[in-house]
C-alpha cells in the first residue's frame, strides 16, 4: 500500500468524489480533501444512464455503495426508437438511470461519513499552489489539473460537429427513447428517459445546417427550450421543458496519451470523453476511480503505483471510448438516413458501433429481429 499522509482530489464530480471515498477507505489517518468549484446541491444536466450491466462493476467491487445507489435507479428492460412517427421496441437494451445531482448527493455523504473533507465554492485555477502528496485531477473536461502540464498530459481535444442542448422535463416517458424528426428545417434527435418517478432527461441533437437552419444559433436557453417544445410537441405530450445550464454545445473528443505526471493523476473526464448516446462517461470515471484505488493499494510507491494504473487502466477505458466516438459519428450522419423505412434505420442505429453482429443481435433482441427479417431491407 502506497503511504500517503495527504491527498487533494480537485472535483466533486462522480469520479472526484467516488476516488476520494476509496482512497479514504483504505487510508483512515491520512487527510483526504474534495476541492469543488460549485456550491454543495448544484451541477449541470439532469439524468444519466447506465447499460443494464454497468452498474456490475460496483456491485462486485463495492457491494456498499451499489446499495446505496441502486435504490434510487429507474430500470427498464427494453429501449423505443421512434422514426417517422412509428415506434419500434428494441428489446433486450436495457438501461438503468439516476439523477446527476442525486448521484452526486450519495456520493458526498458517503464521502463525507467516510472522513473526507469536501470544500464546496472553492476553484482550483492553479494546482502549484496545492501541496498534497497526491494530486487527483478529477476537474471534468476544462481540467486545470490537465491544463497544468498539457506537454505531459499530451491530450488531443477535437470538437464533433452535431450540437445538442440538455434539458430535462416533468413527462416521465417509458423506456430509454431515441426520437427522430425531420422538421422543415432539417432533422433533429431527443434522446429522453426517465431518471426519477416524474422526470426525465431530454437532450436534443442535430447537425451544424439543421441547427442554423432552426436558427438555433445564438438564441438564448428559455427560446430554444420553447423552440425544442414546438417541435418535438408530439413526444412532450403538453409538458414543458426545463433548462439547467442548457446552452447549446458541441460535444468534445478528448484522450490523454498520460494519464500521469509526478505526484498528478487524472481520473475520469479530465482524461477522457465519452459521448452520451452510449451512456458510458459517468461509468467510466467511476471505473477510472477504482482502478486508481487499486493501484495504489498495492504498490509500493507513487511513482510505480500512477505508473501501473495507466497501464491497466488506459486500454480497458480506450475501447469503451473508441465505441463511444464510433456512435458520436453515427450521429453526425442521421440526418441523410432520414428516409430509410423505420426498421432498416433503426437495424442501422443499433449495429453503428460495428461490434454488433448478427447472431448477437439475434440472441439479445429477438423480438426486434423478428420484425426486421420479416419486413426489413434484409427480409
Ligand atoms: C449531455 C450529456 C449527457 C450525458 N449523459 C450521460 C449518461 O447518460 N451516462 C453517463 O454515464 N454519462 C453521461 N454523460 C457524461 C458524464 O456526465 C461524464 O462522463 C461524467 O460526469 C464524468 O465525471 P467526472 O467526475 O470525471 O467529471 P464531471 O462530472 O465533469 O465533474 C468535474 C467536477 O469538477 C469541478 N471542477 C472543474 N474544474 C474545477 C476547478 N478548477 N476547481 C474545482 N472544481 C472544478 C466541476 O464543477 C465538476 O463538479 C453525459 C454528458 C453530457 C454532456
Keep these: 500500500m502506497v503511504k500517503l499522509e495527504s491527498i487533494d482530489v480537485i472535483g466533486g ?20 480533501r474534495v476541492l469543488e468549484q460549485n456550491p454543495r446541491g448544484a451541477t449541470f444536466g439532469f439524468g444519466v444512464v447506465f447499460s443494464s450491466q454497468a452498474m456490475d462493476f460496483l456491485k462486485k467491487d463495492d457491494p456498499e455503495t451499489y446499495a446505496i445507489i441502486t435504490p434510487h435507479m429507474e430500470r427498464w428492460q427494453d429501449m423505443t426508437l421512434v422514426h417517422r412517427g412509428e415506434e419500434i421496441i428494441i428489446d433486450g437494451i436495457g438501461f438503468a438511470s439516476i439523477g446527476r445531482l442525486q448521484l452526486i448527493d ?40 490537465r491544463q497544468s502540464n498539457t506537454a505531459s498530459f499530451a491530450p488531443q481535444m477535437s470538437m464533433f460537429s452535431n450540437h445538442f442542448a440538455w434539458f430535462g422535463t416533468n413527462k416521465p416517458f417509458e423506456t430509454l427513447t431515441q426520437t427522430f424528426l425531420k422538421t422543415k428545417y432539417g432533422a433533429v434527435n431527443a434522446h429522453h ?93 467511476m471505473e477510472d476511480a477504482i482502478a486508481l484505488a487499486k493501484s495504489l493499494r498495492k504498490g509500493k510507491n507513487i511513482s510505480d503505483a500512477l505508473k501501473d494504473y495507466q497501464e491497466t487502466r488506459k486500454p480497458i477505458a480506450g475501447k469503451i471510448v473508441t465505441a463511444a466516438n464510433t456512435s458520436a459519428e453515427w ?20 449495429t453503428r458501433s460495428g461490434r454488433m453482429d448478427l447472431d448477437r443481435l439475434r440472441r439479445l433482441s429477438p423480438g426486434f429481429m423478428r420484425a426486421y427479417d420479416q419486413k426489413g431491407l434484409r427480409a
Design 331 to 350: 450521429y453526425e450522419t442521421f440526418a441523410s438516413k432520414m428516409g430509410l423505412a423505420p426498421l432498416d434505420f433503426c437495424f442501422d442505429y443499433i
Design 106 to 145: 450519495l456520493l458526498t455523504e458517503r464521502a463525507e461519513a467516510q472522513g473526507v473533507e469536501v470544500i464546496f465554492d472553492m476553484t482550483v485555477d492553479d494546482v502549484a499552489t496545492l501541496s498534497a502528496d497526491l494530486i487527483v485531477g478529477a476537474d471534468g473536461i476544462n481540467s486545470a489539473v
Design 193 to 285: 428517459y426517465r431518471y426519477q418517478a416524474a422526470m426525465s432527461t431530454f437532450i436534443v441533437e442535430c447537425d451544424p445546417t439543421s441547427f442554423q437552419a432552426h436558427g438555433f444559433e445564438g438564441m438564448n436557453e428559455k427560446d430554444s427550450a420553447k423552440l425544442c417544445e414546438e417541435i418535438f410537441s408530439e413526444t412532450l405530450d403538453g409538458a414543458a421543458l426545463i433548462t439547467n445550464k442548457s446552452q447549446w454545445r458541441c460535444f468534445p473528443r478528448m484522450w490523454c496519451e498520460n494519464w500521469i505526471d509526478q505526484n498528478r493523476v487524472l481520473i475520469g473526464d479530465s482524461a477522457h470523453t465519452a459521448h452520451f448516446s452510449v451512456g458510458s462517461g459517468t461509468r467510466l470515471a
Design 13 to 32: 464530480g462522480p469520479s472526484g468524489l467516488y476516488a476520494a471515498q476509496l482512497l479514504k477507505r483504505d487510508r483512515p489517518h491520512s487527510k483526504v
